[in-house]
């Protein structure tokens, strides 16, 4: 008989037998049977190991529906709310920027919260606070209550932004790392879609209701959150951390294609984590490292938090948060038009995210920068030409929803997932959830400095100034990619901090890599 199949835990007989676990089956191939079952068994174990990592980087980025939602929602509730609370100009600033700034906190929190209670339950904490906030703006009767559930979902997704791409990272493959890892990217432009799908659904009943629905319509991820905990593992990298090595091994086996590469996989952690040279990394803080850094360090820190604050400096959140405001500036009229004209907005997005997936691990991540940040600054220029010069004429209309259009569908092939990937990888792993959450600190500080005063800057110098502005951040973007930002397609976590590294640095990781090969000759 070529090929049995038992339960977990079960028994096979005989001998000449090696054992395979695929997640919760376990197979059994004769040594004496075909080569073309023994190759059809390691093809099913691939497929079923690629699905279960594909599960997990879902389950995983389901926090990030919640901000996307939030971003798309609140383009088209702050009209509403405006004629329901009868709240000022400046208050709007604030009820739309005050989220980015306060979910800092959540950011900072949470990645001393992940090293201590684990990624996976970073996330489900992630999601209680968000909702717990988002049940309180639906229901709020004055601004003050309002922004009380702001604050409390902006700590909320603080901690899921920062903590969905880590997890993905460490649970990732590394010939797939930048597709998975950018899945947190793909969930926001998604929220942002269902957003503008709701401003337009609800926007025709009163407004003491709709926008109370459009906001409490964002719990529902929460639940699906819930569920997706007794799915997901624990990353082994934090595992091995904590020395729940026997946890760790468990986990490698479900999400490597065979028992020798997750012991391969095991032994440099166990490197990378200190754990084969416990005393070297035991007596130094990790926020005085990241605060007093190493050259090393520091260049990983100049990319992961430049990137990040590019990503927000260039105008992306003022282009959702303040689409209808845009359009309204270019010649649209009625808000029915305005929010049917973000929803195109929405669709382009989404659709050119999903670009981004497949060639994020073809074409690399700096090609895909290039291309972005080039595209982005050329429709900034055009979305300020427009404005400035064909405002209320129909090209005019035309050319500033293809300008704001081809600024999405730029944003999100590059800058928008590229920024989370290099941020989740560049990191050694003592240092990633802190420094990772630093980098999610600046992008949203940047989000919300840019939010809470585009309204005040765009009527001190017209929205086509402000626009035109961010067309020259852009520019610098270009700069900032080509000189700070390495490529890191089809490299290991572990290979990745040598491209940071002197040559004093790398003569050190020759000697940790000869720990690892005496590690794996012993076992």
Known sequence: ?????????????????????????????????????????????????????????????????????????MSGAIIFIQEDLKISEVQQEVLVGILSIISLLGSLAGGKTSDAIGRKWTIGLAAVIFQTGG????????????????????????????????????????????????????????GILLGYISNYAFSRLPSHIN????????????????????????????LVVQNRIEEARAVLLKINESEKEAEEKLQEIQVAAGSANADKYEPKAVWKEILCPTPPVRRMLITGCGIQCFQQITGIDTTVYYSPTIFKNAGITG????????????????????????????????????????????????????????????????????????????????????????????????????????????????????????????RAITVAGTFFVFGIVSCCAVAFVHYCVPETRGKTLEEIEVLFKDEDDLQESEVEMGDVERLMQKS
């Open 135 to 190: 049940a309180v703006m639906a229901l709020a009767p004055s601004f003050k209550v309002l922004m009380i559930g702001r604050l409390m979902a902006g700590v909320g997704i603080g901690f899921g932004v920062m903590i969905a791409p880590v997890y993905i990272a460490e649970i990732s493959p590394a010939i797939a790392r930048g597709s998975l890892t950018s899945f947190p990217e793909i969930f926001i432009n998604f």
């Open 1 to 73: 008989m070529g090929l049995v199949e038992v339960q977990e835990n079960g028994n096979g007989n005989g001998d000449g037998i090696s054992e395979i676990p695929l997640g919760t089956k376990t197979k059994y191939i004769k040594m004496t049977s075909d080569p073309v079952e023994e190759d059809e068994v390691l093809q099913s174990r691939k497929y079923e190991t690629k699905k279960y990592i594909f599960a997990c980087a879902v389950f995983a980025s389901l926090n990030s529906v919640l901000l996307g939602y939030d971003v798309g929602v």
């Open 335 to 458: 808000n029915s038009e305005l929010l049917a004209a973000t929803v195109a907005v929405g669709f382009t997005k989404t659709l050119f995210i999903l670009i981004a997936i497949f060639l994020i691990d073809k074409l690399g991540r700096k090609p895909l920068l290039y291309a972005s940040t080039i595209g982005m600054t050329v429709c900034l220029f055009s979305l300020s030409l427009s404005l400035a010069f064909l405002s209320h004429a129909k090209v005019g209309i035309a050319l500033a929803i293809l300008a704001v259009c081809g600024n999405v569908a730029s944003f999100s092939v590059g800058l928008g997932p590229i920024c989370w990937v290099l941020s989740s990888e560049i990191f050694p792993l003592r240092l990633r959830a802190q420094a990772s959450a630093l980098g999610a600190v600046g992008s949203r500080v940047s989000s919300g400095a840019i939010s809470m005063s585009f309204l005040s800057v765009s």
């Open 211 to 238: 926008w109370r629905i459009m906001l409490g319509v964002g719990l529902i991820p929460s639940l699906v959150i819930a569920i997706a905990l007794f799915v997901i593992p624990e990353s082994p990298r934090w």
